[in-house]
DNA sequence: TAGATTGTCTAGCAGTGCTAGAGTTGGAGC
DNA sequence: GCTCCAACTCTAGCACTGCTAGACAATCTA
C-alpha cells in the first residue's frame, strides 16, 4: 500500500517539523513563549493539526528533550572516550549552555518521563551509563556516585544558565569539581 | 497621624496575608495553580486588590522566596554551628525537601532576583555566607569551592524533588559528597 | 457637613491550552 | 468516470490565565 506509506512519511515529517520548530522557539524566546497559536503559525498549520500528533504541549516539550537525551549521550561519550573525566564534566557543561531551552525541558520542567527506570528513555540510560563509566574509577558505589556526580553538573549548569553563579568562574569550578572528585585516587 | 499608622499596620498584614497564602497554595497545588482568582478568592479579596500590593504575580513569588532565604539561612547557621558541614549539608537538602515550593521560587523559576552582586537580599548573602564558611577549611578558592558545594547540593535537591534520583539513596548521596569534599585535608 | 482621598469592586481585554463539529480533499471500488 | 467513504484540516468557541480601566463606596480632612 504505497499510498498509506507516503502518507506515513508525510505524517512524520511534519511531526519532526513541530518538534524542531518548537525546540527553536524555546532556544530563541523561552518556553513560555511557545504557544499552540505560535508554534502553529510558525509550522504553517491550524491548532488542532499539533493535538493530530502530539498529547498536548508537554509532550511536544518532551519530543524536544527525548532528542536532547540523544544529543547529550552521543557528546558525553565522545568526549569521555578522548578526554577522559574532564571531557565528559566540560561536554555536558557545554550542552547545556548551548541549548538551555532543550537542557530545560530534560531536567528542570517537570516532565511525566520516567528516570532511573526500567521504562527510561534508552538514551536518557546511555548518557548516565557515560558518566558511571566516567567515575567508576574513583567509586566504590558507583550508582550513588554517579548520581552525586551528576547533581554537581547539573547544579552547575541550571544555576550558571540562570545567573545564579559568577559568569567568569566556569572553568575554575570545573577544575575544582574535578581535583575534589579525584583527589586522592 | 495615629490613623495613618493604623492604615499602615493594616496594609502590612493583609501584605503578609498574601505572601502567605500565595506560599501555602503553591505547596499544596503547585506554582500552576496559583492563580490570581484562586490567590484573591482565597485571601478574600478581589484580584486588583494583590496589585495594590505587587507588580504582578511573579513579585509574589519573589515574596515567597525572600522568606525562604532567611529561613534557609537560619537553617544552616544553626546546623553548621551544631553539626558542622555535615549538619549544613543535611539541612540544606532538608528545607529544600520540606518546602519545595519556597526551594523552587527561590532557586528554580526565572526571578529578578540579583544573585551574588551588591544588591542581593541580605538573606541570601547570609545563606551563601554559611556554606562558605562551612567549606573554607578545605579550600583555596573559597569562593569557587562555595559555588561548587552550593551546585551540588542544589543539584541533589531539585534532581530529588523532581523524582529524577533514587529516594532511598538520599543519605547515602550525602554521605559520599562529604566524604569526597573531606577526603585527604 | 462638604470635599478630597483612598480603597475596593465589577467588568472587560487580550492571551492561553484544548476541542467539537463543519467542511474539504483524495483514494477505493464499481 | 462516478460515487462513496475515510482521512484530514479548519473555523469557532470554551473555560481559563494575568492584568487593568473606570465606576462606586468608604473614610479622613478641613
Chains 1, 2 share one sequence.
Do not use: C
Request: aromatic share 8%.
Amino acid at each position: 500500500m504505497p499510498t498509506q506509506s507516503r502518507r506515513d512519511r508525510a505524517r512524520e515529517e511534519r511531526r519532526e517539523l513541530i518538534v524542531r520548530t518548537a525546540r527553536m522557539l524555546a532556544e530563541s524566546d523561552g518556553w513560555d513563549h511557545v504557544t499552540t497559536r505560535r508554534l502553529a503559525e510558525q509550522v504553517d498549520y491550524s491548532q488542532p493539526v499539533l493535538y493530530s500528533h502530539f498529547k498536548n504541549m508537554q509532550a511536544i516539550a518532551t519530543a524536544v528533550a527525548l532528542e536532547g537525551f540523544a544529543e547529550l549521550a552521543e557528546a558525553l561519550s565522545n568526549a569521555l572516550e578522548s578526554d577522559g573525566l574532564r571531557g565528559l564534566a566540560r561536554a555536558y557543561l557545554a550542552y547545556a549552555e548551548e541549548h538551555p531551552a532543550v537542557y530545560e525541558a530534560m531536567f528542570i520542567r517537570s516532565t511525566d518521563l520516567v528516570f532511573g527506570g526500567a521504562d527510561s528513555p534508552p538514551a536518557l540510560l546511555d548518557a548516565f551509563n557515560a558518566i558511571r563509566s566516567s567515575v567508576t574509577p574513583y567509586a566504590d558505589d558507583s550508582e550513588t556516585l554517579t548520581e552525586v556526580f551528576w547533581s554537581a553538573l547539573h547544579g552547575l549548569a541550571s544555576l550558571g544558565n540562570s545567573a545564579r553563579l559568577r559568569p567568569d568562574a566556569k572553568l575554575a569550578r570545573v577544575d575544582l569539581l574535578l581535583a575534589t572528585l579525584t583527589k586522592g585516587a
